[in-house]
C-alpha cells in the first residue's frame, strides 16, 4: 500500500477465548466487507498468542462508519460475548510510511 499523504491506522490487538467456533468465517467476511467500504486502502493480519490487525482508512470519518456498519456491529457484538478475552483498539495517524521490498 502507497499512500502519499497522511492516512489512517486503526490497530486492533486481541487475545482469543477458548470457544473460537465461526470466528475464521467472520473474520473473512469482515475483511472482504471492508474492502467494499468507502475510504478503505488496505490490511495486514498476524495471529499467534496475540492477533494484530491493523486497517487502514483515508479519514477519521471512513473508520467511523466502517464501525457502525450494521454487519459489522454484529460481529464486534460476537467477538465480545464468544471470542475474545480481551482486545484494544487504537487508532492513529500515518504521516509518512516508506518500505524496503527485496
Not at 8 to 23: L, Q
Not at 30 to 59: C, D, H, P
Not at 60 to 75: C, G, M, N, R, T
Not at 85 to 102: A, L, Q
Request: glycine share 4%.
Amino acid at each position: 500500500m502507497k499512500n502519499n499523504k497522511p492516512y489512517y491506522a486503526v490497530i486492533f490487538t486481541s487475545t482469543h477465548s477458548e470457544n473460537t467456533d465461526g470466528y475464521a468465517e467472520m473474520a473473512n467476511q469482515m475483511e472482504s466487507l471492508a474492502k467494499q467500504q468507502n475510504g478503505f486502502l488496505g490490511i495486514e493480519s498476524a495471529r499467534n498468542t496475540i492477533g494484530i490487525t491493523v486497517s487502514y482508512w483515508e479519514s477519521l470519518e471512513a473508520i467511523k462508519s466502517w464501525k457502525q456498519h450494521s454487519d459489522h456491529l454484529v460481529a464486534q457484538q460476537k467477538g465480545r460475548e464468544n471470542w475474545y478475552n480481551w482486545y484494544k483498539v487504537r487508532i492513529c495517524k500515518v504521516e509518512r510510511d516508506y518500505e524496503f521490498n527485496f
